[in-house]
């Protein structure tokens, strides 16, 4: 066993909903019991216990300390009851207790066993800003490409609007019915209602995964996706770089055209392409050139190689980019999107 002072403090804070023992759910936070040796023998140490992290019942109405912890003897993550008794486990050697499978209703428990979410930061406090880049470009300029690569390869989130407004549609979310009603009238969702669900995006990925890095592809589209965004946070907060694609006509077009043939994507033709190019024009270019005279605009030249333009994307994002992510090898897949590695048939 690790001296105390070696060990990684426990960052870490577990909320458990949903039990059939009500009493059971709340927030779990690390904790504070003092080394003690566990019934496998081991000795525990400030936020541990049997080698792995420990927590306590953030409201302190547990009889027993820690509250949620790994038993060495049984190979399992257990939950306890207020009064002590075990009541949820789940066999494995995880590291941290699983969030992705369903736990066990033991002895003293009640079915259903509960949903548990580990937390990166306590939910109790604000949320940790996040550290925004804005994508722009003409269709066809490689934004989807980029940002894919800079999410498998360099540890950023790539955050679509469209898909985010797919998904509230297709969980029912608190905008569903509204962005359905909206949408089936053929009008376009307000700027407010895309701006809301990249924050809570945005902050539920900050809070579940750690990460604050996003790439918010394809936004702001729009003066009022601007306006939009100040109003949710605030025109006193920094505004965000912006990588602008620049990228010729004629390109986009080639590139277009070649993507229709394997993509089926049925805006992929000269009529829409055109269609959608002069509104890019008329209502995100202004935009770009609003950043630009804030000089927080990078125009990237995205007409060159696959290669060489996610290499300056790199350079952009190098200084909030985890340098072990940053240096590990190409995936098959960013290798088949750089063009390295031909794509299966």
């Not at 202004?286 to 996610?310: H, I, M």
Request: glycine content about 6%; aromatic content about 8%.
């Amino acid at each position: 066993m690790n001296e105390s002072n070696e060990l990684t403090p426990n960052t870490f804070y577990i909320e458990v909903t949903g039990a059939g023992l009500p009493e059971v759910d709340g927030l779990f936070v690390p904790s504070t019991a003092p080394p003690a040796e566990s019934e496998s023998g081991t000795v525990s140490s400030l936020g541990y216990w049997n080698g792995k992290l420990a927590w306590d019942r953030a409201d302190g109405k547990s009889a027993r300390s820690p509250a949620l912890s790994y038993s060495n003897t049984y190979r399992s993550w257990r939950i306890c009851r207020l009064d002590g008794h075990l009541a949820y486990d789940i066999t494995c050697e995880d590291e941290l207790p699983p969030t992705d499978r369903p736990w066990h209703v033991y002895k003293k428990g009640v079915a259903p066993a509960p949903k548990v979410v580990i937390h990166h930061h306590d939910p109790r406090q604000p949320c940790p800003k996040p550290n925004v880049v804005f994508v722009l470009g003409g269709p066809g300029a490689g934004k989807g490409t980029m940002c894919e690569l800079a999410e498998s390869q360099l540890g950023w989130t790539h955050l679509s609007t469209g898909d985010l407004l797919r998904a509230e549609r297709e969980a029912n979310g608190p905008h569903a019915a509204t962005i359905e009603e909206i949408i089936t009238a053929g009008n376009l969702v307000p700027s407010t209602i895309v701006v809301k669900l990249l924050q809570d995006a945005m902050e539920k990925i900050t809070r579940h995964t750690g990460n604050r890095n996003f790439l918010l592809d394809g936004f702001p589209r729009s003066q009022s996706n601007l306006d939009a965004w100040y109003e949710v946070f605030g025109r006193e907060a920094e505004l965000p770089k912006m990588l602008f694609f620049e990228c010729p006509y004629e390109v986009l077009e080639k590139r277009v055209l070649a993507r229709a043939k394997y993509t089926g994507r049925q805006d992929d033709n000269l009529v829409s392409l055109k269609s959608r190019f002069d509104t890019f024009k008329k209502e995100t270019l202004p935009t770009v050139q609003f950043f630009k005279s804030q000089e927080r605009c990078v125009e990237l030249d995205t007409s060159l190689d696959r290669q060489a333009v996610y290499q300056l994307v790199c350079e952009q994002l190098s200084e909030h980019t985890d340098c072990t992510l940053a240096n590990q090898p190409l995936s098959e897949r960013a290798e088949m999107l750089l063009g390295l590695r031909r794509f299966p048939n």
